[in-house]
């Protein structure tokens, strides 16, 4: 009886002295759609514990930084990615990120991906660039290592399309019906962004499939068969914007239109409801069309994307 009552004892201390260091935690709660959160991604999951507890076992878990909190059920999630911050709030689960001052932290940019982990390998991984309020952004992370740079992989056709002085079939001839092909051509695989400021880097062809030797940037195209009041006069230049999958728009309050040229006209202009699909044709006498004044700057669009491609790292310092 004596050693059990010495046993007792030593949990109960043992417990007092986890909860004092519980009380130490510093949990942040934020106002989250929970329909974003992924719970068969947590790291750790368990039961029957009061928040204090939760979150001495993210505390406990080198790899955690935030946690989801069902109060009903007193269940514990933890995860080791920061998810966006959304408007909604449910009075039943909560979401609470883990203020762990400097000795962890989530990476802003690819260096700080190769920093932190060590890792050289190129490959998809979940950023927290402050240009999005640290909301987290799937990047490929290319040259790993030794330079870093960040760029966005996207899922489905990006083409612009630029008709110059090349392809006229007559010399100085406006408003040709043919051409001479091929019409210079890119088709973004990958497009390169800085990280500090989401701004593309339109002439960055590393990832890209190019006809002929094109000049063109992310965002714009050039016709060069005529002015556009002539009749018939073909929009040889054309471009296929589309960032579904990426969860990234380009920013909606860019305006698209005619940027510089002779006698120019952009038509055929097309937008989605959620921004993420963008189409318009450019002519005139060697004009160019695309957003203006510019850049291509990429937002964090509502967008939800599985985190299952992507690799969530956490910095020790």
């Not at 790291?43 to 514990?49: E, F, M, P, T």
């Not at 060069?224 to 471009?239: D, I």
């Not at 239109?257 to 921004?275: A, H, L, W």
């Amino acid at each position: 009886m004596h050693k059990l009552n010495l046993k007792v004892v030593f949990y109960v201390i043992l417990g007092i002295l986890k909860v004092l260091k519980a009380s130490e935690i510093s949990l942040r709660q934020v106002r989250m759609r929970l329909d974003l959160i992924e719970p068969a991604l947590a790291i750790w999951s368990g039961s029957n514990y009061p928040l204090t507890w939760c979150g001495f076992q993210c505390l406990q878990n080198s790899n955690c930084v935030s946690l989801l909190y069902n109060y009903t059920n007193k269940s514990c999630k933890l995860f080791q990615v920061i998810y966006s911050v959304e408007e909604g709030e449910d009075d039943i689960v909560k979401y609470f990120i883990l203020d762990r001052g400097n000795s962890r932290s989530v990476p802003e940019s690819c260096k700080d991906v190769a920093t932190c982990s060590g890792t050289t390998t190129d490959g998809e991984y979940w950023i927290y660039p402050q240009a999005t309020n640290r909301k987290r952004v799937k990047i490929y992370c290319n040259n790993m290592a030794s330079n870093p740079n960040e760029y966005i992989t996207l899922k489905n056709p990006n083409s612009f399309i630029d008709h110059d002085q090349s392809n006229w079939p007559i010399m100085w001839q406006q408003c040709q019906s043919s051409y001479i092909p091929p019409l210079k051509r890119v088709d973004f695989q990958k497009v390169g962004i800085q990280i500090q400021n989401m701004e593309v880097n339109g002439m960055d062809y590393s990832f890209a499939l190019l006809t002929g030797t094109p000049t063109i940037s992310y965002g714009r195209i050039r016709d060069c068969n005529g002015e556009s009041f002539r009749s018939p006069c073909p929009h040889f230049a054309s471009a296929t914007i589309n960032t579904k999958g990426t969860g990234l728009v380009i920013d909606p309050s860019l305006t698209w239109g005619v940027i510089d040229g002779s006698y120019p006209e952009m038509r055929y202009f097309q937008k989605s409801t959620d921004d993420s699909e963008i189409s318009f044709t450019c002519s005139g006498w060697c004009s160019t069309c695309g957003p203006k004044p510019g850049p291509v700057v990429f937002q964090v669009s509502n967008e939800f994307i599985s985190a299952a491609d992507a690799q969530a790292l956490i910095c020790h310092n």
